[in-house]
C-alpha cells in the first residue's frame, strides 16, 4: 500500500489511475481483438474469399 501511495505522490494521481486502467482492460482488449480477428473470418467467408486469402488479411493486421 505504501508503494501506490509513493507513486501518487511522484507521479500524480491521473498517471496512476491511466496505468491501473490499462492493467485492467488489457485481457478486455485481447478478448475483443480475438472477437474481430473471428469476425473478420466469417465475414470474409460469407463473401467468398478463400481461406489463402484471409490469413493474408489477418498477418497483414497483425503485422502493420
Known amino acids: 500500500m505504501d508503494e501506490i501511495f509513493k507513486l501518487v505522490s511522484n507521479y500524480g494521481f ?3 489511475v491511466a496505468g491501473y486502467l ?3 482492460l488489457e485481457p478486455i482488449i485481447r478478448e475483443l481483438q480475438k472477437s ?3 469476425l473478420t473470418v466469417v465475414v ?3 463473401g467468398g474469399m ?3 486469402e484471409i490469413n493474408e488479411i489477418i498477418n497483414y ?3 502493420g
Do not use: G
Request: glycine share 0%.
Open 14 to 16: 491521473p498517471m496512476v
Open 22 to 24: 490499462l492493467i485492467r
Open 36 to 38: 474481430i480477428t473471428v
Open 44 to 46: 470474409a467467408r460469407q
Open 50 to 52: 478463400m481461406v489463402e
Open 61 to 63: 493486421r497483425r503485422v
